[in-house]
Structures are given as structure tokens and as C-alpha cells.
């Protein structure tokens, strides 16, 4: 049925209007229709030519009807050179309308447009072609947002350097307030930005511990106060935060005053009001005894040492211990009275650590110094006044540990001391030329008192600005060494140090020591001296221990429970469902604060699943961001049943949509596809038998 059908209604060819050509055989235009297989040949005008370029060709008639085409098409000739630039084609080339030719331009230089390639037409080659050089990038003025460049120009050049600042409350990424940047063919580098930060403030009798000018959000920044101030009460202990809004409160320090002491059965010695540093000196009233120190100091944590009571009745001291390689100074007594002093001295070859003197204090007796040997050797032995060193060899210059020379006076003069001298740890003992004591003169914070003393063991009594003192000659030294400068109280009890047991009062310029307790650091000198009747700034002891580790955005901690965490320590953080840890999931516990803090960032989604008889409608990643979406579409004979559409949320893909069944659309083209390959073989078919 179809071939007969197909035969009886098959279009023939018509006679063809050939623009710019003509038929070969100037053919009469009623002897068509032409029947199907008929061979045409057809010329060009000149200038033009057929699709094959030959100056004439041949068409068929098929059942679509001439094939080729009796067309002509418009002929261009070689394009002529340009500046700067040169076409790629041979001579021997024939172009016609549709046909392309390359430019290419000099070293230098680039095609206009980015137009590398020219086409022919109906009116030649186009688009008209010219090398040129190309524009010199340049970096706009865009400056970022929050901030502002510090040169105003429309444009910089390449590697052109400028500077630009961010307004108050931001900064720049490497926490600066002028950031330089350079203009590079890619642009500025680095990138100009501004973070939201908070400027370190300023504030009187405040020290911050960080050296950076910015923090941002979330970042701690911790101070300390300057020696006499403390951190105000109501504010978190030396630490503020940054936060979205600022800083969460501010760094003050107030003065730090100490409560007037009030002594029962005494009096104190001071003011109304007591700073830090201030020293309050004690006294009982008629008939009552002091027990415990006679000053104490105004510190950061109070006062100390703790102030004393007055007693009417206190108990004496039996003799006092022995220490090891020292004696006292002195025939012992079989009592001592409340408030009595003994002088110790260490043998020869020791020396003493601690004080030289110890008190009776209600019954006891205040902390024993110690003598530890100590070896160095001694240069050539000095002259002394009236007198001078016999027998010395004059080829030596050093005089080990212990070694001793002998020491004469002038007439009139006798050796006060030990004779021979011996060297003793680096330095000589030297004996004295005398006939008495020194003339004992006491200038300092009292009155002036001048007298001479011949006999030895004589004992003088002194007064300075406070109370009587005493002192003895012997073997023509004074001791103890008068002087009348401000003794210091007590050494302080340092919070979080270990104890210290000296309890008696310090000379000017003597030094203490400080260790803090296990878990603490110390933060300031590791020594304190006594200068003029008060301590110097104190160290402190530091806790070394974290808090409980804060919050993180999207994250918490795990089996948090203590209150105190050990340096080295750790925690481990996790996120909450669809975030993940970025880096560590683990912050260790230094210097007070917690280190390297995890963050939670949202879930990446891998490779989206494919549904069944569809297909993606680009190459799909291996990894997707929280938001990303990518599309599908069925295959050829398969409906959406939904949105073809995957999005990638928190790690999860959504669900997507299926592709069913069989279309209406698919099943008509396999039915079209049948019946066009039926009409194929009849024509087939029929060309076979006309031949």
C-alpha cells in the first residue's frame, strides 16, 4: 500500500531560479517538472561560484527535490594584509560566502574585539579585521566595604602599591589599621577587607598582657593592673571579650586601699586611709606586750604580715638551738625575756643564709639562719689601716680556699679580729689594727650620736626616731652594726605561694624569695627587696589551670563536669547534626586559657544520587557546599514525576524525583521512525527500476 500510495503522489523537480547563474543548457522552463534521478547542470555569473568552487556543476532530482542546491554563492578575494598583523591562508585558496580565514596578529598586539577569524559574504569579508594593542589592565578604586583607600584615583596601574584603612570598629585581616596592597594583572592582592573587631582599648593603671591593637569576635583579651591598683570587683578577673557589639565591659583597675587595722590594747602609728605599699606601724599600751611583728604592709590582697596582739603577760625563751658549722655570738644565758635578741655567726669556712639575728617572741624563738660552705679562691691579701700582711710571696696572686696569712700592726696598734687572716669563699677575713672601737656614728632617720669606746665588751645605747637600740663592741667591731634605717615588716604570705616562715623584720636593701604553689606561675621579679622601711612590688602567683571550656558556635563540649582543667589537659568538642568539626575536635588547656578551639562549619553533601532513567544536565563534583543544588532531566521516553532538582542541605541531598513510564511523545516517534524507514526502501525501490 505505502510504495503505490508514495509513486502516485511523489513530488517532481521544478524549474530552478538560480540568482547570479544560469542553466547550461538554457533549458525551456515548460519542460518542467523534471522526473526524479534528472541531472541538471547549472554556470555562475562571474564573480560568483557554486558550493564545489568548479565553474560549473550538476544537480539531481531527488525526492526532497535538487540536491545540491543550483545555487551560487558570492566569491571574495584574498584579503588584503593589515598592520600589525597577517591572515593565514594559501594563495592558491579559493573563498567563497561562509568560508573563514584566521588572523593573526604581531608580537604585542591582539585583534580588535577578540575577532580572530574574518567570514565571507555577500559584500565581502567582514568584520573588518585590525590588529591593535591591547589596553593595560588596571585596578579600579573599589575600596572595601567599612573601609576607604588613603590615594583617590579612578584607576591605579599594574604593580602600583597603595594603602587603605577601615573605619572604627573594623580592621583589616592582619589586624593592622593601614594594610598595603598591590595591583596585580588578577587584581588587588591581598584582597582588600575589613573585620568587624574591637580596638584594645585604653586605660589608666591597666597593662594588657596581648601586644596585637585588634580582636575579633569572640577573642579574650587579658590585663592586669598596675602595681597599687586592682581589678574593680564587679567586672570578670582580668579578662574581657570581644563580641559583636564591642567589648563585653571594661578593663578598670581601682586603687587598692587596705581597712584601717584596729589593735586591742594598742595603738597604731598611720593614717585614715591606706594605700598599697603603705606601712602601719604597731604599739601596745603601757603594761601590755607586743606579740608578733611591729609593722605591717598594705599589699594587693591585704595587709601581712597579720597584725599582732597585746599581751600583759608573755612567756620567755629557754636557750635557743644550735645551728650546724655556727655558734652564737656571746655567753649563753639560761632565759630569755619576750623581745630579747641573739646574734649567730658561722664558723670559718661557712657562710650564713638568712638572718644573723633571732628574737624571743612568747616563748619562742624566731627562724634560725643556716651556714653552708661555700669554696672560691682569694686574690693577693690586702694592707689594712696601721697594719699589713707578712711573709706573702710575691710570685702569688691567688690563695686558695682556707689558706691563711699573718697580719702585723704599726707601734701603738694591736690586731683586733682572727690572726692569720684566711681566705674564705673568694673574699679575706681581715683582722683590725686598733685601740678601740670605731667612732659609732648614726645619721640616718634619728638623731646624731657620736662617742668613742676603748673598752672592749662596753655596750651603748642608742635612740632612733621610734625606740632605744643597742649595740656592743667587741673585739673591736660593733654588733650588731648600728644603724637607724626603716626596718621592713615582715615578709608578706603571698596568695597561692608557699609559706614562708621568716617572721622578723628586714634591713634595708635585704631580699626575699618567692615559689608559687604547684599549678601557678609567677608574674613579676622573683625576688622583693626592702627599701626604706617598706617591701617593693610583690609578684604574684598566677593559676595556671582553665576554667570551664567555653561554647562554640553550632558545637558543645563533651562530658564537661569540672571546674578546673590542669595545663596539658584536653577537651573534646562535637557539633551539633548537620555541622562538622573543622581541624582537632580536641582544645588543650595553657597558660590559663584554652588552646586552638575547634569550629563547626555545615556539612559538605558527596556525589548527589541519581534516580532511575534519568541523567544529569552537567558533569556532576565529588563534593557539594551546604546550598549547592544541581539538575537532572529523564531519559527519552520517561516523565517527571516532580521538580528535577537535587539540593545539597547540611550533608543530606533532598529526595529526589522519579522518572516513570513510557510518554505519549516517545511512543509517536518510534511510529514515525517506522514508517519513514518504509518510505525509504519504496523509494529505494523504485530509483532501481528506472535504471
Same mark, same amino acid.
Given at each position: 500500500i505505502f510504495p503505490s500510495l508514495f509513486f502516485s503522489k511523489a513530488k517532481r523537480c521544478e524549474y530552478p531560479h538560480i540568482q547570479n547563474g544560469r542553466l547550461y543548457y538554457n533549458e525551456w522552463e515548460g519542460s518542467f517538472p523534471k522526473r526524479l534521478g534528472y541531472r541538471l547542470v547549472f554556470i555562475c555569473n562571474n564573480g560568483f561560484l557554486p558550493k564545489s568552487k568548479d565553474s560549473w556543476h550538476s544537480s539531481y532530482c531527488t525526492i526532497r527535490g535538487w540536491n545540491p542546491e543550483p545555487k551560487?554563492?558570492?566569491?571574495?578575494?584574498?584579503?588584503?594584509?593589515?598592520?600589525?598583523?597577517?591572515?593565514?591562508?594559501?594563495?592558491?585558496?579559493?573563498?567563497?560566502?561562509?568560508?573563514?580565514?584566521?588572523?593573526?596578529?604581531?608580537?604585542?598586539?591582539?585583534?580588535?574585539? @577578540?575577532?580572530?577569524?574574518?567570514?565571507?559574504?555577500?559584500?565581502g569579508w567582514s568584520?573588518?579585521?585590525?590588529?591593535?594593542?591591547?589596553?593595560?589592565?588596571?585596578?579600579?578604586?573599589?575600596?572595601?566595604?567599612?573601609?576607604?583607600?588613603?590615594?583617590?584615583?579612578?584607576?591605579?596601574?599594574?604593580?602600583?602599591?597603595?594603602?587603605?584603612?577601615?573605619?572604627?570598629?573594623?580592621?583589616?585581616?592582619?589586624?593592622?589599621?593601614?594594610?598595603?596592597?598591590?595591583?596585580?594583572?588578577?587584581?588587588?592582592?591581598?584582597?582588600?577587607?575589613?573585620? $568587624?573587631?574591637?580596638?584594645?582599648?585604653?586605660?589608666?593603671?591597666?597593662?594588657?598582657?596581648?601586644?596585637?591593637?585588634?580582636?575579633? #569576635? !569572640?577573642?579574650?583579651?587579658?590585663?592586669?593592673?598596675?602595681?597599687?591598683?586592682?581589678?574593680?570587683?564587679?567586672?570578670?578577673?582580668?579578662?574581657?571579650?570581644?563580641? @559583636?557589639?564591642?567589648?563585653?565591659s571594661k578593663p578598670i583597675c581601682v586603687a587598692i586601699?587596705?581597712?584601717?587595722?584596729?589593735?586591742?590594747?594598742?595603738?597604731?602609728?598611720?593614717?585614715?586611709?591606706?594605700?598599697?605599699?603603705? %606601712?602601719?606601724?604597731?604599739?601596745?599600751?603601757?603594761?601590755?606586750?607586743?606579740?608578733?611583728?611591729?609593722?605591717?604592709?598594705?599589699?594587693?590582697?591585704?595587709? #601581712?604580715? $597579720? !597584725?599582732?596582739?597585746?599581751?600583759?603577760? %608573755?612567756?620567755?625563751?629557754?636557750?635557743?638551738?644550735?645551728?650546724?658549722?655556727?655558734? %652564737?655570738?656571746?655567753?649563753?644565758? @639560761? @632565759?630569755?625575756?619576750?623581745?630579747?635578741?641573739?646574734?649567730?655567726?658561722?664558723?670559718?669556712?661557712?657562710?650564713?643564709?638568712?638572718?644573723?639575728?633571732?628574737?624571743?617572741?612568747?616563748?619562742?624563738?624566731?627562724?634560725?639562719?643556716?651556714?653552708?660552705?661555700?669554696?672560691?679562691?682569694?686574690?693577693?691579701?690586702?694592707?689594712?689601716?696601721?697594719?699589713?700582711?707578712?711573709?706573702?710571696? #710575691?710570685?702569688?696572686?691567688?690563695?686558695?680556699?682556707?689558706?691563711?696569712? $699573718?697580719y702585723e700592726c704599726s707601734r701603738g696598734f694591736f690586731l683586733v679580729g682572727t690572726n692569720p687572716a684566711r681566705c674564705l669563699h673568694g673574699e679575706w677575713k681581715l683582722p683590725e689594727c686598733s685601740k678601740k672601737c670605731r667612732k659609732l656614728e648614726i645619721t640616718k632617720f634619728g638623731p646624731r650620736v657620736s662617742k668613742q669606746f676603748v673598752n672592749n665588751n662596753m655596750v651603748v645605747r642608742y635612740n632612733c626616731?621610734?625606740?632605744?637600740?643597742?649595740?656592743?663592741?667587741?673585739?673591736?667591731?660593733?654588733?650588731?652594726?648600728?644603724?637607724?634605717?626603716?626596718?621592713?615588716?615582715p615578709p608578706p604570705q603571698l596568695p597561692n605561694a608557699i609559706s614562708i616562715t621568716e617572721t622578723r623584720n628586714y634591713k634595708n636593701g635585704e631580699e626575699i624569695g618567692f615559689t608559687c604553689m604547684e599549678h601557678f606561675h609567677r608574674q613579676g621579679p622573683p625576688k622583693m627587696t626592702c627599701e626604706f622601711g617598706r617591701w617593693q612590688t610583690p609578684p604574684r602567683c598566677i593559676d595556671e589551670r582553665c576554667e570551664n571550656p567555653p561554647s562554640i558556635e553550632n558545637g558543645e563540649v563533651e562530658n564537661s563536669s569540672r571546674n578546673k582543667y590542669l595545663p596539658g589537659e584536653t577537651v573534646e568538642y562535637h557539633c551539633v547534626e548537620g555541622f562538622e568539626i573543622t581541624g582537632s575536635s580536641f582544645a588543650t588547656c595553657g597558660n590559663a586559657k584554652w588552646q586552638r578551639l575547634p569550629a563547626c562549619k555545615e556539612r559538605t553533601c558527596g556525589r548527589p544520587p541519581l534516580t532511575d532513567n534519568a541523567s544529569f544536565t552537567k558533569n556532576e563534583k565529588s563534593s557539594y557546599q551546604s546550598g549547592e543544588t544541581v539538575h537532572y532531566e529523564c531519559q527519552p521516553g520517561f516523565a517527571a514525576k516532580g521538580p528535577l532538582i537535587l539540593r545539597c542541605q547540611r550533608g543530606e541531598w533532598s529526595e529526589p524525583s522519579t522518572c516513570d513510564g513510557k510518554s505519549l511523545t516517545y511512543v509517536c516517534m518510534y511510529v514515525c521512525m517506522y514508517v519513514c524507514i518504509l518510505v525509504w526502501l519504496t523509494l529505494l525501490q523504485l530509483l532501481m527500476l528506472n535504471n
Open positions: 551560487c554563492f558570492k566569491k571574495c578575494d584574498h584579503p588584503q594584509q593589515i598592520q600589525h598583523g597577517a591572515f593565514n591562508y594559501r594563495w592558491w585558496s579559493t573563498y567563497i560566502e561562509g568560508d573563514d580565514i584566521t588572523l593573526s596578529c604581531d608580537t604585542g598586539y591582539i585583534p580588535a574585539n @577578540e575577532q580572530t577569524k574574518i567570514t565571507c559574504g555577500k559584500n568584520p573588518t579585521p585590525s590588529c591593535v594593542a591591547p589596553e593595560i589592565p588596571r585596578c579600579q578604586n573599589l575600596p572595601p566595604p567599612n573601609g576607604f583607600f588613603t590615594v583617590q584615583k579612578e584607576e591605579f596601574s599594574i604593580n602600583e602599591n597603595i594603602s587603605y584603612k577601615c573605619k572604627s570598629g573594623y580592621t583589616t585581616p592582619n589586624r593592622i589599621e593601614v594594610q598595603e596592597i598591590q595591583c596585580l594583572q588578577s587584581g588587588w592582592n591581598p584582597e582588600p577587607k575589613c573585620i $568587624k573587631a574591637c580596638k584594645k582599648p585604653y586605660e589608666a593603671n591597666v597593662d594588657f598582657d596581648e601586644n596585637q591593637s585588634f580582636f575579633f #569576635s !569572640q577573642e579574650t583579651l587579658h590585663f592586669q593592673c598596675k602595681d597599687g591598683f586592682q581589678v574593680n570587683k564587679t567586672a570578670v578577673d582580668g579578662r574581657i571579650q570581644c563580641t @559583636e557589639n564591642g567589648w563585653d586601699e587596705c581597712d584601717v587595722p584596729i589593735l586591742g590594747n594598742g595603738s597604731i602609728e598611720g593614717k585614715e586611709q591606706f594605700a598599697n605599699g603603705d %606601712v602601719v606601724k604597731f604599739f601596745c599600751d603601757k603594761g601590755y606586750n607586743r606579740v608578733g611583728p611591729d609593722s605591717s604592709q598594705c599589699y594587693y590582697f591585704g595587709w #601581712s604580715p $597579720k !597584725q599582732p596582739v597585746c599581751k600583759e603577760t %608573755v612567756k620567755s625563751c629557754q636557750q635557743p638551738l644550735s645551728i650546724s658549722n655556727g655558734t %652564737v655570738v656571746g655567753d649563753p644565758l @639560761e @632565759e630569755y625575756q619576750h623581745g630579747e635578741k641573739l646574734f649567730y655567726e658561722c664558723d670559718i669556712g661557712f657562710v650564713m643564709s638568712g638572718s644573723n639575728t633571732v628574737e624571743c617572741v612568747d616563748g619562742e624563738w624566731t627562724s634560725l639562719p643556716s651556714c653552708t660552705e661555700e669554696v672560691r679562691s682569694c686574690r693577693r691579701p690586702p694592707k689594712i689601716t696601721s697594719g699589713k700582711p707578712v711573709d706573702v710571696d #710575691s710570685n702569688s696572686n691567688n690563695y686558695r680556699h682556707n689558706e691563711t696569712v $699573718k626616731s621610734d625606740y632605744l637600740h643597742e649595740t656592743r663592741c667587741v673585739n673591736g667591731k660593733w654588733l650588731p652594726e648600728p644603724e637607724c634605717t626603716e626596718l621592713c615588716p
